[in-house]
């Protein structure tokens, strides 16, 4: 197709029109005369073109409130629940009520299948992989293999979270689900760093 010579620059129309957003008022006539290709209406005016992208926009910020209504509503939710889970593992007189508190809470709130901590002081050298590999960030969140998994939980999951408490302290508090997609990199950690800093404390105190 050969190029068209247009007798106008379209740039400085275009800057025209956004120093004066208030052309088409002096020219009204002009919204309904001109015509933009619509996929499925064939042709509209600019009006129509106009009343459509703010439905569009509206839409759209409807969707974005509702998505913060309800991330705003499941962050209150967690923050509640740590916050008992909190006050019940403080009142733990021993180390198995406190194994039994936190993986029964864990379990029922947010169906996990196994929650533990475990002790890496017999250091095999699966466990020392995993300690130095998985867990060269402090946390990971993400999918294991089928030896990582059994030998951390005795059995296959889906997905985990695995968080070490402390260079010093050579305990991994590990949570597995089902689902393979629960946890993965990306997922936020506040939780179970909160989690994380309370069972470093207990345990000192245990």
Not at 40 to 69: H, K, P, W
Not at 174 to 199: G, K, V
């Amino acid at each position: 197709m050969p190029q068209i010579n247009l007798p106008f620059d379209e740039q400085i129309i275009r800057e025209y029109l956004l120093d004066n957003p208030d052309f088409f008022n002096r020219y009204p006539e002009l919204l309904l005369a001109m015509r933009l290709p619509h996929t499925e209406r064939g042709a509209i005016s600019l009006v129509e073109r106009r009343q459509e992208l703010l439905r569009q926009r509206v839409s759209l910020l409807e969707e974005e409130i509702t998505s913060l209504l309800s991330m705003a509503a499941r962050n209150e939710k967690i923050y509640l629940f740590n916050t008992e889970l909190s006050f019940k593992l403080l009142n733990c007189a021993d180390l198995i009520s406190l194994k039994e508190v936190l993986a029964d809470n864990l379990k029922q709130q947010f169906n996990f299948s196994h929650v533990r901590l475990i002790s890496v002081l017999d250091v095999g050298a699966d466990m020392k992989a995993i300690w130095e590999q998985r867990l060269r960030k402090g946390h990971y969140f993400g999918r294991l293999t089928q030896q990582e998994a059994k030998r951390l939980f005795g059995a296959e999951v889906g997905s985990v979270a695995l968080v070490k408490l402390a260079e010093d302290i050579p305990v991994i508090f590990a949570i597995a689900s089902q689902d393979a997609t629960h946890f993965h990199p990306d997922m936020d950690n506040m939780l179970l760093e909160q989690l994380r800093r309370l069972l470093v404390h207990m345990l000192a105190k245990l």
